[in-house]
């Protein structure tokens, strides 16, 4: 698959599939929430989650937060510091909060938004902040696992929420590695888990019995909020995501609690 990145306001480009490459991830497994299902299904899962729940999708987050992750965000622009001239590359990046944010602290830096699902990314496309940066700014549909650049295309790797959707998070850094100049940095922004039994018992109840009710009431969607409660718990805990982001070849990694552990900041270089 290719993408005109090139282009200010570029069409969507489809994935090809090849399918050579299904047949070759057939026989695995993975979770999606708490069930475990074919590595090939589970893209499609995914995505049938975020298109249902695109358009209340910012809402929501809100909602479930109490515009908490917007604090978060902010905490990661301040890590990332962005600067003028630098090509970002927003992986998962469903509505563009974070490549906003990326371009407003740096006006003459230029931005690429790919996702999965189409609908987030017209849910992002009638933003506001889209149609004021459209000369910097980009939209591309496409897969975390097989990105449609060329090497060393990037000087920043941003991924916020999206990593534990991912079917192989570990092929999603390789990518990232790739795609990135020596001397880029990736950052993630991923839920996480606290260091405390006792506040994440707390933080569990809340979530299993008020988000996916919250979902229900606000976005006409339970069972989508339920899956999003439970990626969080079979996401691996700060420590062992570090490895994992070693592992693909980044030095420099470092991690930072939000809110106790609720969610974390994980950054590395590609030295």
Wanted: hydrophobic share 40%; with cysteine.
């Amino acid at each position: 698959m290719r993408a005109d990145c090139n282009h200010p306001g570029a069409a969507y480009k489809k994935e090809e599939f090849f399918p050579e490459r299904q047949a070759q991830m057939s026989e695995k497994t993975t979770h999606f929430g708490n069930r475990e299902v074919a590595e090939d299904e589970k893209a499609g899962l995914v995505h049938g989650v975020f298109s249902s729940v695109a358009s209340r999708y910012d809402l929501m987050n809100d909602v479930m937060s109490v515009g908490i992750h917007r604090l978060w965000k902010d905490a990661m622009m301040d890590w990332l510091a962005p600067r003028g001239g630098q090509r970002l590359l927003d992986v998962a990046g469903g509505t563009g909060d974070i490549a906003f944010r990326f371009l407003r602290r740096a006006p003459s830096a230029s931005a690429v938004v790919l996702d999965l699902t189409e609908d987030m990314l017209a849910e992002g496309r009638k933003r506001a902040e889209a149609e004021a940066m459209s000369d910097r700014l980009d939209w591309s549909v496409g897969d975390a696992m097989a990105l449609p650049f060329e090497n060393a295309s990037f000087d920043r790797y941003t991924i916020s929420f999206g990593i534990r959707n991912v079917t192989r998070p570990e092929d999603a850094l390789t990518e990232a590695y790739r795609v990135l100049k020596p001397g880029g940095r990736i950052m993630v922004l991923e839920f996480s888990q606290l260091p405390n039994q006792g506040l994440q018992w707390a933080y569990d109840q809340y979530s299993y019995n008020v988000i996916p009710a919250m979902g229900q009431a606000i976005a006409g969607d339970r069972d989508s909020y339920q899956y999003l409660v439970e990626s969080i718990r079979k996401f691996p805990d700060q420590g062992r995501f570090a490895d994992m982001i070693r592992a693909a070849g980044f030095d420099q990694v470092k991690y930072r609690n939000l809110s106790m552990g609720i969610a974390a900041l994980h950054s590395g270089w590609k030295l």
